[in-house]
């Protein structure tokens, strides 16, 4: 059964940290390009991050690039993102999605990031 599952969202004041995980089973993890995604109210789906499988070749959407950091550790079959600098618009629920072309992609059940003071 394959699984990806969020966790570490929660509420902090602006300029706050989190550090949010992925935990990937049932599938060959390692071999996964993997993203993070987030939506807000009212607001498409957006790519925040990702990572390949291979050469670990990092993208990340301008909005969070220099406060946001994604590593993975295939040891664990996970992949986080450290988010350091929050700030409200950050506010979102973030989702883990793994891809490998020719197959299909999976996405984890979220986790809710609040900024606020």
């Known amino acids: 059964q394959v699984q990806l599952v969020e966790s570490g969202g929660g509420s902090v004041q602006p300029g706050g940290s989190l550090r949010l995980s992925c935990i990937g089973s049932?599938?060959?993890?390692?071999?996964?390009?993997i993203g993070w995604f987030r939506q807000a109210p009212g607001i498409e789906r957006e790519e925040v991050s990702c990572?390949?499988?291979?050469?670990?070749?990092?993208f990340y959407a301008d909005s969070v690039k220099g406060r946001f950091i994604i590593s993975r550790d295939n040891a664990k079959n996970t992949v986080y993102l450290q988010m350091n600098s929050l700030k409200p618009e950050d506010t979102a629920v973030y989702y883990c999605?793994?891809?490998?072309?020719?197959?299909?992609?999976?996405w984890g059940q979220g986790t809710q990031v609040t900024v606020s003071s």
């Open positions: 049932g599938f060959r993890f390692g071999t996964y390009a």
């Open positions: 999605n793994a891809v490998q072309p020719g197959t299909p992609d999976y």
């Open positions: 990572i390949t499988a291979g050469d670990r070749s990092t």
